[in-house]
Each structure stands twice: as structure tokens, then as C-alpha cells.
């Protein structure tokens, strides 16, 4: 109690002191500060103020600003701009010196662009040298009546070597006049290689040509035609080089197998006009091929028992059928019973749960192997890709974590033991020693059934492309999913079928033996819903590899397009299998018309 009642005692005395003070205070006037404008002198003398000192907006009477002085702009020239004007100067000098040739009484060069060697003990530095071998053979051509360049005329056809002081401009050599009548590359702009790699290429390519024909401009037409087709079909720099470094082995050798015969433009078969050559003056052309030359009729190369014999190096060893999948004969030497080597094991079914083989979702089948409840199958038809590091879908470009962009009516499952494969057969060696064993293009096309994927339709064309044998077959277990959009079959189209696979089997052993050729695209699917043990196959898969290697493969329609120059598999109704096999048949007769015209 006596503490509260100090503390408000305290209180009191500092409230009363306060009134004290604020009762005692008298307010005081300060007084007026009044400016003498009369004390400001004017001053005679002239101040200067350095550039770099601030002003005020409303500078004092007298004082002189100093002005800076202007800096003038950097006209350089750009690289391009310089070596055209120096073009320009070369020119201009040879026309001069081509039209009056100095006397010896002639008063020099007064300007000259080269500086005379230097003999010292300094380091030479020594200009490079472009189109070394040209200029050496331009060399040889002087005949020693001509006029020796004294040591104020600068030289066109050597490179005087300098020493350079440090600080001073390097001065190039003036180019030989040959050298500036050179044409450039064709469509500089529509290549994705460098114009000046081009152009390095392009004048080993005139080197060559100018050996080999007696105008320079059918050279220079040569040259511009090689260069040009050869960066046409390479889109890296890596490989542009590679192929220019060939063709100019090739117009080298070219020259080797001439003995010295110089060709003209009026030894090749059309004449073409070559643009950017100069105008007025003669055009060249030239032609692997002579005027006089026909075209070898090869037709007989791409029938019977010649046909054979040149595709026969095409077929797969028995290593290659191993390695893509195709049915071997088990090692149990069981009739009916086969293997696949190199497929990764696929785990059995247990009991009534299955995993869908395309949406991978698990649903249950009942004693028949339909499914026990009703449910849409929502999957991607095509694999994923991967673009800068994203996972995307081939068909629908969505990303890889999207739902699927097809639905089905039902979930599918397929299941293939691969070690222990029944009921295939085998085809049957022939009967004697014939020079053509038979060549036919095969194709299959499957739909879902309650075991997985069954046979449905096959056909079979010959060498000629016709379609000889094609029929549809009614599987041995109920139909799930026709698979319409890449069989290309329906319902309606399966009605009344009959025919059994057992009945296939049987007339494509009466087709075929163990020496006919059968061709076809991944034909290693189509063998196994045929159930067929066969040895003598031609892949296209395989024939025409895939850029990234095995186990990827290209698909069909992209060397149809590729290839022929056709659009394939581009229908809503599904594939067709007589136009599957027909392309087989015609990509092989392509790959040997390229293999006839390199022997």
C-alpha cells in the first residue's frame, strides 16, 4: 500500500511541474531576414567551367560553358562490305591492266597493297594460300617471255610472303583473275549447309572439271550441277563434306579413265543452262552418259529364275530369323511344335483375371473368356516418343501421362507362350533341282478373339504383283474386337465364312517349298497366326533398316512413301493386305533396279 501510494504521489508532483512550465512559456517573434540585392556585384571577369561540372538551369551572368567536343561516328565497314569493295578493286585493276599494258617508262603504281619481305631475325607470318594446286599448275602456263613484276608491280599469281609490325593492318594478296570469273554455288539460300563451305567444295569441284573438259564454262556447269545435287540429299555439314569429298574422288577418277581426253559440250546428251553464268557467252552442259549411249533394257532381270538368283542374297541367315522373332523348329525334334528365340517371357494368366494388352487395366473374364463386366476400353493405338526430354503419344500427340484418345468395345488380352508353340507345320524341300523355287509376297491381317490374336484374312501376290490366293478365314475361338481400324475387317464381311485355318495351312504348302522365296514386312506376326515353319525369307523390316538399329523397325508406309512415292494405309476402313504385300513386292523391285545400276 505504501508503494501504490508513492507512486501517486509522484505523479501528481510531474503533473504540477508541467503546468508550471507551460504557464511560464511566452512565444517570441523571430525577426525578419531581409536580402540585400544591392550587395551582389557584377564581376567583369569571365569564369570558364569545365565540361563535366553540373549547371545549374539559370546559370550566373558571365560564366561560359566550355562545349565538348563532338565525337564522330564509327563508319566501319562490315566484313562483307569490305571484301566486296576489294572485289570491286581487283576487277577494276585487271580490266586496267588487260586493256593497256605499262611500258617500261610508265611511272609505278603510286598506291600499292602489298609491303616488300622483310630479312630480319623476327618471325614470318605467312598469308594462307587458297586452291594451292590450281595456282602452282597457273604457274607452269607462264612462258618465260612474259614480263617479270618488278618489285613495285604487284604479282597476281604468287603470294609475296610479309612480316607485319605490331599495330599495323595485314594487307592480303591480290587474287588471280581466274579465280574472279569462278561462278558461285547454286540456291545459296534453299541449303541448310553454309554457303562458304559449299563454295570450298565447289572449287575442288572446278579444279576436277576443268581437267576433264575444254571450256570452262561446261566445267564450271558441271562443277555447279555436282555441288548442287550433292548438298540437295545431306542435311549436316558432317555429311555434305563426306559426299563432296566423294564426288570429287569420282570426277578425279573420272579424269584417270579419260587417258587425257578432254570433253566438250557437244559429246553430252543435253545442254544445261546453268543460272548466274555470265550472260552472252556459250553455255556448256554435260553427261555421265554418252550422246550414242541407249538405256539397257533390264526388264528380264526382274522375272523367273533371273529374279531368283539376284534377290537370293537378300535372304535372312538363320541367325537373322532367330534374332527377329520368327518360329523355329523346337529343339525337341517334336512334329507341330515350335520356339521364338529373343522374346522376353510373358507371364500367365492367372485364373480369370487378365490384363488388357492395350489399355494394360486388369478385368476379369467368366468360363468363356468374355469379359464379366461390360466395359469400354479407352487406350493410345501408338507407342510414346519422346521430344526434348517430354513423353509423347505418336497418334494423338498428347502427353504421356493423358488418357487414351480410342475407345473399343471391350478389353482384349493376348497371351503366346513362346518356348512351347503348337500346331505349326512346315514347309516341305522340292521334289528336284530347279532354277526358280517360286517368289511371292505375303500379308495377314488378325483380330481379337477370346486366346488372343487369330488369322482372319491372307493374301499372296507373285513377282508380278498379282494377287493369286486371298481368302478370309473363320477363327477356332469366338471374335471379341474385329480390330477394323488397322485389319480392316467387319462383321459383316466374316458372315458366312467356313474356310478353317487348317485349310490355309494346307494350300500354302501346296504353294510353296522350302526353297520359295516369301517376302513381306515383319513377316515374323503374319508366321505365327499362320502357324508356318518357313527358311527362305527376305524381310523389308530388315532389308531396310531402321536408322537407330535393331529392334526398331520402319514402318511400311513410311518406305512406300519414302520409296515409290506413295501414300499407303491411309484409309479409314483399315489396311489391306493386298496392298500391303503389293508394296513388299515393289520395294524389292526397287532395291534391285538401285543394285543394277551400280554394276
Not at 501517486?8 to 503533473?15: F, K, L, M, V, Y
Not at 550566373?60 to 569490305?82: N, R, W, Y
Not at 580490266?95 to 610508265?106: Q, Y
Not at 494377287?467 to 477394323?484: A, F, G, S, W
Request: glycine share 6%.
Amino acid at each position: 500500500m505504501e508503494e501504490e501510494f508513492d507512486m501517486e504521489s509522484d505523479e501528481d508532483a510531474i503533473a504540477l511541474e508541467c503546468k508550471k512550465i507551460f504557464d511560464e512559456y511566452v512565444p517570441v517573434e523571430k525577426p525578419k531576414i531581409i536580402e540585400d540585392t544591392n550587395k551582389i556585384e557584377d564581376t567583369n571577369e569571365e569564369e570558364t567551367v569545365v565540361g563535366k561540372k553540373r549547371i545549374s538551369r539559370a546559370p550566373e551572368k558571365g560564366v561560359k560553358v566550355a562545349p565538348k567536343t563532338p565525337i564522330k561516328p564509327d563508319f566501319k565497314l562490315s566484313a562483307a562490305q569490305a571484301m566486296a569493295q576489294r572485289l570491286a578493286k581487283v576487277r577494276d585493276y585487271h580490266s586496267a591492266r588487260n586493256a593497256s599494258v605499262p611500258s617500261d617508262n610508265e611511272k609505278p603504281l603510286s598506291k600499292s597493297n602489298f609491303t616488300p619481305p622483310t630479312t630480319g631475325n623476327s618471325k614470318i607470318r605467312i598469308a594462307h594460300v587458297p586452291y594451292a594446286s590450281t595456282l602452282l599448275n597457273a604457274k607452269k602456263t607462264i612462258s618465260p617471255s612474259q614480263k617479270v613484276p618488278t618489285m613495285n608491280e604487284p604479282s597476281t599469281s604468287t603470294t609475296i610472303t610479309q612480316t607485319v609490325k605490331k599495330g599495323a593492318q595485314r594487307v592480303a594478296h591480290v587474287p588471280n583473275e581466274k579465280f574472279i570469273d569462278r561462278p558461285g554455288v547454286l540456291e545459296p539460300l534453299g541449303s541448310k549447309i553454309p554457303a562458304n563451305i559449299r563454295s570450298t567444295y565447289l572449287n575442288m569441284m572446278i579444279d576436277e572439271c576443268l581437267k576433264l573438259y575444254l571450256s570452262a564454262h561446261d566445267a564450271y556447269a558441271r562443277a555447279q550441277h555436282e555441288e548442287l545435287s550433292t548438298s540437295k540429299k545431306c542435311s549436316t555439314v558432317q555429311i555434305y563434306k563426306n559426299s563432296a569429298v566423294l564426288a570429287v574422288s569420282r570426277l578425279r577418277k573420272e579424269f584417270q579413265e579419260s587417258k587425257g581426253v578432254k570433253k566438250s559440250g557437244s559429246d553430252c546428251v543435253t545442254l544445261q543452262k546453268v543460272p548466274g553464268m555470265t550472260p552472252g557467252k556459250q553455255m556448256g552442259s554435260w553427261s555421265i552418259e554418252g550422246k550414242n549411249r541407249k538405256n539397257a533394257d533390264n526388264s528380264h532381270e526382274f522375272v523367273g529364275a533371273k529374279l531368283y538368283s539376284n534377290i537370293k542374297k537378300w535372304i535372312l541367315s538363320e541367325e537373322q530369323l532367330k534374332q527377329n522373332g520368327f518360329p523355329r523348329p523346337h529343339e525337341s525334334g517334336q512334329k507341330g511344335r515350335a520356339i521364338i528365340y529373343g522374346q522376353n517371357k510373358q507371364k500367365p494368366p492367372k485364373g480369370l483375371f487378365r490384363t488388357c494388352c492395350r489399355c494394360k487395366k486388369d478385368y476379369m473374364v467368366d468360363k468363356f473368356g468374355f469379359a464379366a463386366v461390360k466395359e469400354e476400353c479407352i487406350y493410345h493405338p501408338n507407342n510414346k516418343y519422346r521430344i526434348r526430354g517430354e513423353a509423347r503419344y505418336q497418334c494423338c500427340s498428347q502427353d504421356g501421362t493423358s488418357d487414351g484418345c480410342c475407345i473399343a468395345p471391350s478389353h482384349v488380352y493376348e497371351y503366346v507362350d513362346f518356348e512351347n508353340l503348337k500346331g505349326f507345320v512346315k514347309t516341305l524341300p522340292p521334289e528336284k533341282d530347279m532354277d526358280d523355287y517360286g517368289i511371292y509376297a505375303l500379308d495377314c491381317e488378325m483380330c481379337y478373339t477370346t486366346h488372343g490374336l487369330d488369322l482372319t484374312r491372307v493374301t499372296v501376290i507373285n513377282s508380278s504383283c498379282k494377287v493369286i490366293y486371298e481368302t478370309l478365314i473363320r477363327p477356332l475361338h469366338p471374335i471379341i474386337d474385329y480390330n477394323t481400324r488397322y485389319s480392316g475387317i467387319t462383321e459383316e464381311q466374316m458372315q458366312g465364312i467356313t474356310t478353317t485355318l487348317l485349310d490355309v495351312q494346307a494350300t500354302l504348302l501346296t504353294m510353296f517349298n522350302s526353297n520359295t522365296i516369301l517376302i513381306g514386312h515383319s513377316l515374323e506376326s503374319d508366321f505365327k497366326v499362320l502357324k508356318l515353319i518357313h527358311d527362305t525369307v527376305i524381310d523389308t523390316s530388315v532389308l531396310f533398316p531402321h536408322k537407330m538399329g535393331p529392334p526398331y523397325k520402319r514402318a511400311l508406309r513410311n518406305l512406300s512413301s519414302e520409296y515409290l512415292k506413295k501414300i499407303i494405309q491411309n484409309s479409314v476402313d483399315g489396311h489391306d493386305s493386298a496392298e500391303d504385300a503389293t508394296v513388299c513386292m515393289e520395294l524389292i523391285h526397287y532395291k534391285l533396279r538401285e543394285d543394277l545400276k551400280t554394276r
